[in-house]
């Protein structure tokens, strides 16, 4: 199947490799080749909607520095693991959805400074886009039950000339603040920390109340209602301060931030990746960041490095591929690869010491990856006329 044949022509394809991929994954001589025939038509399947994306991606950029929003934006694919759990959780449903319908195999993000801003953003793409809205969740103002806040756009795809032949393919779009991204990368850097399904509900029930309790102080600084079954502010802080203490949660928020080391001199400044292959290793918790320059090599690339728990079945890493404008938009559209929970955490924090939630209109900009501390050598101490370098640390993935 060519990423160029029609929507109507895919379909049928498409629906039976879901349909493979989201079951059983155990090898057999009599099944490899039907395993390896779904992959590829799934990987084309996603691949094509990289041009939608991208299109989607320009409308976004074009109305932040049309109206002077403050907010950056990032797009990517969806990786070959989050689209198999997908598919398994709606085949456990009454009316089971297929790949062919899913709505975000090609995501945008819009993270804005504020409210304000994000409102301004929403209404632009609900009143001007040629592409075609067919659903949104505003989940800002009516918050999940785990406390997860944005505002979701779901947009069909419509070109012109010969790029119309990707009508049909569908793009999310989540527009949310800097505070709600904020809750979101703390709840999937401790759910890869701990290896748990945080922000699917799933995992520590003392970790979704306090990013619950949590969601309800950012919703309240941005005037919206908390989410369902949150007490009252007085309430939420005693809980806060009571789950902090059986979690140290500050810690290991904070210890968090210096698990995953990269280095941003990996990509020099005076070259221009169209987009960045990201790996994090869920055994060894580091990342490997690989610069990508050219489409075919990039989606190439993707495949392959999925491609060991594609055929396995496990999940030994989180991969993706991102579509970003510079390194800086990068790592803070998606700062969980890389351990950055400082907003949420300095937020946790000055609500355990009496304070309140603000806004910050560039909070995010402020943000670095620390560099971790090498502890001197003594040795040398002491020894007459002789100078022994001190040893240097080896780096290590701190828990």
């Known amino acids: 199947m060519s990423a160029l044949l029609s929507y109507e022509q895919s379909i049928d394809a498409v629906r ?10 155990t090898w057999t ?57 997908k598919l398994r959780r709606m085949n456990s449903r009454k009316r089971p959805l297929g790949l062919e319908t899913l709505q975000d195999l090609g995501g945008c993000r819009a993270i804005m400074a504020t409210m304000k801003d994000a409102d301004a953003l929403i209404l632009a793409l609900r009143e001007r886009c040629r592409h075609v809205l067919w659903d949104q969740n505003d ?21 012109t000339g010969d790029k119309k032949i990707f009508d049909g393919r569908r793009v999310e779009v989540q527009v949310r603040t800097d505070l709600q991204h904020a809750w979101a990368t703390a709840v999937e850097a401790i759910g890869l920390f701990r290896g748990e399904e945080l922000k699917s509900g799933k995992g520590s029930p003392e970790w979704l109340r306090l990013f ?94 999925e491609s060991a728990d594609n055929f396995s079945g496990s999940d030994t890493a989180n991969v993706v591929l991102i579509e970003a404008d510079k390194m800086d938009g990068l790592t803070k559209a998606y700062p969980n690869y890389f351990g950055d929970t400082l907003l949420f955490n300095m937020q946790l924090n000055k609500l355990l010491s009496g304070g309140v939630v603000e806004e910050y209109e560039v909070a995010l900009q402020k943000r670095s990856i620390p560099t971790p501390r090498e502890q001197a050598d003594p040795s040398w101490i002491g020894r007459r006329g002789l100078w022994v370098e001190p040893r240097r640390k080896a780096k290590k993935d701190r828990p």
Not at 16 to 25: K, S, Y
Not at 35 to 44: G, K, L
Request: with cysteine; net charge positive.
């Open 16 to 25: 039976r490799a879901g349909e493979v991929i989201a079951g059983d994954l």
């Open 29 to 85: 001589p009599a099944n490899q080749q039907r395993i390896r025939e779904a992959f590829s038509v799934a990987n084309q399947w996603r691949d094509s909607h990289a041009h939608p994306m991208r299109s989607i991606h320009h409308t976004l950029r074009y109305h932040i520095r049309h109206q002077d929003l403050g907010g950056f934006t990032a797009a990517r694919l969806k990786r070959m693991n989050a689209i198999r759990g």
């Open 139 to 159: 989940y800002i103002h009516e918050a999940r039950a785990t406390g997860y806040r944005s505002h979701h756009l779901k947009f069909e795809y419509r070109g």
């Open 212 to 305: 619950a309790l949590m969601s309800g102080e950012f919703a309240e600084a941005e005037r919206c209602d908390p989410p369902k079954g949150v007490p009252d502010r007085a309430a939420r802080l005693r809980e806060l301060k009571e789950l902090n203490g059986q979690l140290g949660a500050v810690d290991v928020l904070k210890n968090l931030s210096h698990a995953v080391f990269w280095s941003q001199d990996a990509v020099s400044a005076s070259t221009k990746p169209s987009y960045y292959l990201i790996k994090y290793d869920n055994i060894t918790r580091s990342v490997t960041v690989i610069p990508q320059f050219e489409s075919r090599f990039a989606f190439e690339s993707y495949e392959k490095a």
